[in-house]
């Protein structure tokens, strides 16, 4: 089998030959299907999983939610995955706005779903969720035209931070430790520096100032590795 991607990717970076961005575009009823483990081994080092449960495994490409709306499955068949296996994937996963299953739904259901529309959630600098998976057959779904998702890849471990900027609003993002790569979902400027939208840059200073100079909110995520 293979990841299936109906989605249309409309930008792409590669800042480091470990590391890539990759805007999807997609309509009502696109997906990116995983329909087994092994689909997530091609091109990247043996799959890492979490310390205390065997069914939760970290994750080398993460899906971002950066406008419209979107719904996320994960299921599976038997009795391979618990209801500690479920606990333990949100523990790592920390949710704030998305709506999910509860445990003892996901387990009746051998099937574990959430669902997000884009908003601005996040006013500062959040860990991003996604880093942890199920290991299940796993699919994200756009649920409105125009839903674009940024795709991160790599097959070291790194962090992604999220921080959203209204339009023409300014928010300040300091560096993270290692090194550091900002994208920029909309057009935007730091100081004098304008931006295109879909840029993906190098953070080397220990702050900056971000504007928001684009035409809908905007959802700057940090990579740092």
């Known amino acids: 089998m293979a990841i299936i991607i109906t989605f249309t990717p409309i930008a792409h970076a590669k800042p480091e030959e470990d590391l890539e961005f990759i805007v999807l575009e997609g309509k009502t009823g696109d997906i990116v299907l995983r329909e087994t483990m ?9 799959i890492v999983y979490d310390t ?25 068949t038997g009795d391979e995955i618990e209801a500690s296996d479920i606990e ?8 704030s706005v998305f709506e999910e299953s509860t445990t003892s739904e996901a387990i009746a259901n051998k ?14 600098l959040y860990d991003a969720r996604g880093k942890w998976g199920l290991a ?11 839903t674009r998702l940024l795709c991160t890849r ?6 992604n931070k999220h921080i959203d900027i209204d339009v023409g609003d300014t928010k300040t993002i300091a560096k993270q430790e290692g090194s550091n790569y900002v994208f920029f979902p909309q057009k ?21 100032d971000i504007t928001n100079k ?12």
């Open 38 to 46: 092994e689909d997530n081994q091609e091109g990247y080092p043996e």
């Open 52 to 76: 205390e449960s065997s069914k939760v495994f970290r994750r080398p490409n993460r899906l971002s939610l950066i406008q419209g709306a979107l719904k996320g499955t994960v299921s599976w």
């Open 88 to 95: 333990r994937f949100k523990a790592l996963n920390k949710n």
């Open 111 to 124: 099937e574990y779903i959430f669902t997000y529309t884009y908003g601005v959630d996040y006013p500062t």
């Open 136 to 146: 299940g057959k796993a699919s994200m779904e756009a649920t409105v035209d125009g």
């Open 154 to 159: 790599s097959a070291s471990d790194y962090t």
């Open 188 to 208: 935007c400027s730091i100081g004098d520096t304008e931006i295109e939208q879909f840029t993906t840059k190098k953070l080397t200073s220990d702050s900056i």
């Open 214 to 225: 684009g035409v809908a909110p905007a959802r700057v995520v940090v990579v740092s590795k």
